[in-house]
């Protein structure tokens, strides 16, 4: 008798399991071995490239690179370990330690003595479209500002063409882009049970996902809190079936927390086995949620209020923290920076230093479980390394992504590749003809000369929704600028029937007479919203948003006056970052010169106003069957007329 030990794998995870087997064999007879009754397995490409590492870290074979003599942060003991050798062999890292010590061959040596190495930063929170730039395009704004990854919150994206949502986030590094993207599927895909877009993700959606690539880290960000703890809820079977998908395939399940401040609520999320918020707002709330093991994605105002709290109740562990962008556009990012100006934020506030650099790096890659390959100055890991000549300052020399010089002073050095993007990312507005004037019109009921009308307005809270008294000519009902009450639509660009939603507004919309903004970048479900003075200028505006195929529209007095053209997904634009800011800069310019209610110059929160998610409650949807009017309360279902 003998025993066979065969190790086994189990799914993708590749967890070793070792059997025994007992077979009894008569004298004389010939032993098999493991070779005889096993199949060769061939290798993949991860595993091919973690051999060669092998070779070259135990110096039998050559290296491509060495990064020689650094100051090199290790974010595993935060501590630094000065003049070290970082040797890369193709886009990983091979071998770390003291300058010298590694005898292999390599003739490309870059000195990087008195500087500062720290890992490349990464997104644990981030959706690349609010920087309205395609993905190889926002590789070319945020590596220079030492951004090499991004856990994607891709329920933008997804909700305008969901089955093509991962292989839209791939792509670019299919054709050579630097930026590594992991994709966390959209749960809010559609954002409510109210609305119906480009994409619905339930379990099967979601575990097909999973399976297929090991580059998706999970579920993004669950934001429907009302359809997670309602039993009764209509969006509750959806979204327990997207957790328990991504559980059952050991991704990571993100959270969307805003609102939920008290104990109980944060205990309930926390059970739900929701891992993270990016939503705190309050620094006492930020606390409570990282007690209840909540990992804690700080945007730069949370930072600012959740840091110095943190400091002084003596917090000894940072590393359920990270630092986040979430929503910034390129003409911002240019002006204040991304992952960067957190870091050098966080040390303000109070933050130790090492430990601000790992909320960048090994704490968000960790989190996304995507440690064994980003997140570290470590061997397997890409060598994305980030070259400092001052850690206080965050001061950027030189940014190396997959082993390639990237980016020097600020300027980004590699090619960004030419994509012809396909028609499900470019052709995604579909209004089905020219509106007129006439479709927004709101008719009163028969006999009126005033009526009681909703008014609507952005990130809308009150459990009532609120009311006011409108003239009616000829059967329509009016606008009162005077009160700063205009009109607002939500318009239907997924069916092609020109379907739409119509109400009253206030707090956010232009004044100038014949005037109006329209964009396809309406968070989340992106259907076009248009806010207007006029009928006739919020038909110019969705118009051009449909000649353009989806952007930002400015119309003042009855003309177009500036746009950002949106061509990919209605979100993005495939253009050079320069070019992009500068659309970006001249509609803020062009706007600023107009009058607004609620502020003094373009209403930057235009594209967040129709927002479906918690805590907001009456909102604006496109009509469907058994709301005619479109205005329903999120937490319910319950539905209202626009007048009456």
């Known amino acids: 008798?003998?025993?066979?030990?065969?190790?086994?794998?189990?799914?993708?995870?590749?967890?070793?399991?070792?059997?025994?087997?007992?077979?009894?064999?008569?004298?004389?007879?010939?032993?098999?071995?493991?070779?005889?009754?096993?199949?060769?397995?061939?290798?993949?490409?991860?595993?091919?490239?973690?051999?060669?590492?092998?070779?070259?870290?135990?110096?039998?074979?050559?290296?491509?690179?060495?990064?020689?003599?650094?100051?090199?942060?290790?974010?595993?003991?935060?501590?630094?370990?000065?003049?070290?050798?970082?040797?890369?062999?193709?886009?990983?890292?091979?071998?770390?330690?003291?300058?010298?010590?590694?005898?292999?061959?390599?003739?490309?040596?870059?000195?990087?003595?008195?500087?500062?190495?720290?890992?490349?930063?990464?997104?644990?929170?981030?959706?690349?479209?609010?920087?309205?730039?395609?993905?190889?395009?926002?590789?070319?704004?945020?590596?220079?500002?030492?951004?090499?990854?991004?856990?994607?919150?891709?329920?933008?994206?997804?909700?305008?063409?969901?089955?093509?949502?991962?292989?839209?986030?791939?792509?670019?590094?299919?054709?050579?882009?630097?930026?590594?993207?992991?994709?966390?599927?959209?749960?809010?895909?559609?954002?409510?049970?109210?609305?119906?877009?480009?994409?619905?993700?339930?379990?099967?959606?979601?575990?097909?996902?999973?399976?297929?690539?090991?580059?998706?880290?999970?579920?993004?960000?669950?934001?429907?809190?009302?359809?997670?703890?309602?039993?009764?809820?209509?969006?509750?079977?959806?979204?327990?079936?997207?957790?328990?998908?991504?559980?059952?395939?050991?991704?990571?399940?993100?959270?969307?927390?805003?609102?939920?401040?008290?104990?109980?609520?944060?205990?309930?999320?926390?059970?739900?086995?929701?891992?993270?918020?990016?939503?705190?707002?309050?620094?006492?709330?930020?606390?409570?949620?990282?007690?209840?093991?909540?990992?804690?994605?700080?945007?730069?105002?949370?930072?600012?209020?959740?840091?110095?709290?943190?400091?002084?109740?003596?917090?000894?562990?940072?590393?359920?923290?990270?630092?986040?962008?979430?929503?910034?556009?390129?003409?911002?990012?240019?002006?204040?920076?991304?992952?960067?100006?957190?870091?050098?934020?966080?040390?303000?506030?109070?933050?130790?230093?090492?430990?601000?650099?790992?909320?960048?790096?090994?704490?968000?890659?960790?989190?996304?479980?995507?440690?064994?390959?980003?997140?570290?100055i470590t061997p397997g890991r890409y060598a994305d390394v980030v070259l400092l000549s001052s850690v206080k300052d965050v001061t950027i020399k030189e940014v190396f992504a997959n082993g390639l010089l990237a980016a020097k002073d600020g300027k980004y050095l590699l090619p960004v590749p030419k994509i012809k993007w396909p028609p499900w990312a470019t052709d995604t507005i579909h209004v089905g003809r020219k509106l007129a004037a006439k479709d927004f019109e709101i008719l009163a009921p028969v006999g009126k000369t005033t009526v009681t009308a909703a008014i609507q307005a952005p990130f809308y809270t009150d459990a009532e929704q609120k009311t006011a008294t409108l003239p009616v000519v000829n059967g329509i009902v009016q606008r009162d600028i005077g009160h700063d009450i205009v009109k607002v639509a939500i318009v239907d660009r997924y069916v092609g029937k020109a379907k739409l939603g119509k109400m009253f507004w206030t707090d956010m919309g232009p004044k100038t007479p014949n005037s109006a903004v329209a964009t396809s970048v309406s968070h989340d479900l992106h259907n076009i919203t248009v806010i207007g003075s006029s009928d006739e200028a919020m038909a110019i505006a969705v118009n051009r948003i449909s000649e353009i195929n989806g952007g930002i529209v400015l119309v003042n007095d009855g003309k177009v006056t500036a746009e950002m053209r949106l061509e990919i997904g209605g979100l993005m634009t495939s253009r050079p970052i320069a070019a992009a800011a500068a659309s970006m800069e001249d509609l803020y310019a062009k706007g600023d010169a107009m009058e607004w209610i609620g502020s003094p110059g373009f209403p930057r929160r235009v594209l967040f106003a129709m927002i479906t998610c918690s805590p907001f409650t009456w909102r604006l949807v496109v009509p469907y069957p058994g709301n005619p009017s479109g205005l329903v309360l999120l937490q319910t279902g319950e539905t209202k007329p626009i007048v009456w």
């Open 1 to 376: 008798m003998y025993q066979l030990h065969i190790a086994s794998r189990s799914g993708a995870m590749l967890l070793g399991v070792l059997l025994s087997v007992t077979i009894y064999a008569k004298p004389g007879d010939q032993v098999p071995t493991a070779t005889q009754v096993t199949h060769p397995v061939g290798f993949d490409a991860e595993t091919k490239i973690r051999q060669s590492l092998v070779q070259v870290a135990l110096t039998k074979e050559p290296a491509d690179l060495i990064i020689r003599g650094a100051n090199v942060l290790n974010v595993y003991t935060l501590l630094w370990m000065p003049n070290q050798d970082i040797v890369v062999r193709g886009k990983r890292i091979a071998w770390v330690g003291p300058t010298g010590q590694w005898k292999g061959e390599c003739s490309n040596i870059v000195d990087a003595k008195g500087l500062y190495a720290v890992p490349g930063f990464g997104e644990s929170h981030k959706h690349i479209e609010s920087s309205l730039l395609s993905p190889e395009w926002e590789a070319a704004l945020v590596i220079p500002l030492g951004n090499t990854w991004t856990s994607e919150g891709s329920h933008e994206f997804s909700n305008v063409s969901g089955p093509h949502n991962v292989e839209f986030w791939l792509t670019p590094e299919k054709y050579g882009s630097p930026l590594k993207i992991f994709p966390a599927l959209g749960s809010a895909t559609p954002p409510s049970a109210f609305e119906v877009g480009g994409g619905n993700y339930a379990y099967k959606e979601v575990a097909d996902n999973l399976k297929n690539s090991l580059s998706v880290q999970g579920l993004d960000e669950v934001m429907d809190w009302p359809a997670v703890s309602v039993p009764t809820h209509p969006g509750y079977q959806r979204i327990w079936e997207d957790i328990q998908a991504t559980r059952d395939n050991r991704g990571v399940i993100d959270g969307h927390g805003s609102g939920l401040r008290d104990l109980d609520r944060i205990n309930a999320f926390a059970a739900v086995g929701l891992t993270s918020d990016h939503e705190t707002r309050v620094a006492e709330e930020a606390w409570q949620k990282l007690q209840a093991g909540l990992f804690l994605q700080l945007r730069d105002d949370n930072i600012e209020k959740a840091v110095p709290l943190f400091v002084k109740n003596g917090l000894k562990e940072w590393s359920n923290i990270s630092l986040v962008t979430d929503d910034r556009n390129v003409a911002d990012s240019l002006k204040q920076g991304t992952m960067n100006a957190h870091i050098l934020l966080a040390m303000k506030m109070g933050a130790p230093p090492e430990a601000a650099y790992a909320m960048a790096s090994l704490y968000p890659a960790r989190h996304a479980h995507m440690d064994s390959i980003v997140g570290s």
